[in-house]
């Protein structure tokens, strides 16, 4: 099983409502219902992946998922990255800062 199979799956059973996304984008790569009235199961997140390996894992906050806080750290060449500020107050391990480059799924 892949790192982003396991990553979705891992979101899905904590109550959250994944779904893969374009690579490289934050779009969703299938149609869904953001009010949760579609069922996102196991065996869709496993078939999602095997037909899109690539495919981002993205996650819908609000009422389709358990509550969920996000932020977004935006980057930009030649600005402050944005993960600094969370790293000097000490909070990097509250959150995934996307390791060595940005993240463009905003999930790591």
Known sequence: ????????????????????????????AVAYQRDGIETVTADMVRQWWKDEPKAEVLVVP??????????????????????????ERGLDDAFDLGGGEPSRSGLG
Request: no cysteine; glycine share 12%; aromatic share 6%.
């Open 1 to 28: 099983m892949s790192a982003r199979v396991e990553k979705a799956l891992a979101w899905l059973e904590a109550g959250h409502y994944v779904l893969p996304g374009i690579p490289g984008t934050k779009r969703p």
């Open 62 to 87: 609000g009422r389709a998922s358990t509550p969920l806080h996000v932020t977004d750290l935006d980057w930009k060449p030649g600005q402050p990255d944005g993960r600094d500020a969370i790293r």
